[in-house]
């Protein structure tokens, strides 16, 4: 079975502009979690999606925004970038997204923000 | 106090050596327990799962798990230049995971 896959790998954008980062789950997985990784706050969820309804957000401003499609690919969007932006961005799948379902990670998208 | 917390390390074992991370957790009603090595520059990846009591074993891997203690622990056994990594423990109360800041494990040759 295929992982999860994320595009694009690496990103670099300036301050103001936006970004919109991809992640398709592994076969079968419904559910997927976005997680913000960074030196100084390790990692962090962003919010959870399961059958494209968000079920569950993290503590992080309104710039950061996601969507799920019927085919269970997921994408996230951050407005108006901020230099403590730059971040690993993870997407993570899981069968159902219950608490005992492990979740399994993709490779991120390394985000630098000028 | 952080939700999760492991020791900071950096922890390092010589080869063939037990390696032994630990990990405490302040809600009591997590009842999912992960541990992910993440290598640098790579994205984590899950290598063992608990959710009761006890020792789970996996190869050279044991999890233990105390929620009375609110304590997950992984063991590594016979260890290896290439278990050198961080090591992450996660927790599970409300479909989203909540990670420690890792332990650095440096297996030295």
């Known amino acids: 079975k295929a992982g999860v896959t994320q595009t694009p790998r690496y990103l670099i954008k300036t301050r103001g502009q936006q970004v919109t980062l991809s992640c398709s789950p592994i076969?079968?997985?419904?559910?997927v979690s976005w997680y913000q990784q960074t030196p100084g706050q390790g990692l962090q969820f962003l919010f959870e999606?399961?059958?494209?309804?968000?079920?569950n957000k993290g503590n992080f401003p309104g710039r950061f925004s996601g969507r799920q499609f019927s085919n269970s690919r997921s994408e996230m969007n951050v407005s108006t970038l901020e230099l403590g932006d730059s971040a690993l961005y993870l997407c993570?799948?899981?069968?159902?997204?219950?608490?005992?379902?492990?979740?399994?990670f993709g490779p991120g998208t390394r985000l630098t923000v000028l | 106090q952080k939700e999760v917390e492991q020791n900071s390390g950096p922890l390092s074992v010589p080869e063939g050596a037990i390696a032994s991370l630990n990990c405490t957790y302040s809600?009591?009603?997590?009842?999912?327990f992960f541990w992910y090595r993440q290598y640098s520059g790579k994205s984590p990846e899950l290598i063992m799962s608990?959710?009761?009591?006890g020792d789970k074993e996996d190869g050279r891997f044991t999890a233990q798990l105390n929620k009375a203690s609110q304590y997950v622990s992984l063991l590594i056994r016979d260890s290896q230049p290439s278990d050198s990594a961080t090591y992450l423990c996660?927790?599970?109360?409300?479909?989203?995971?909540?990670f420690g800041s890792g332990t650095q494990l440096t297996v030295l040759p």
């Open positions: 993570a799948s899981s069968f159902l997204g219950t608490e005992n379902n492990e979740q399994f």
């Open positions: 076969s079968g997985h419904r559910s």
């Open positions: 999606y399961f059958s494209e309804t968000q079920r």
């Open positions: 809600d009591r009603v997590s009842q999912s």
């Open positions: 608990i959710y009761s009591n």
């Open positions: 996660a927790v599970n109360p409300s479909r989203q995971l909540t």
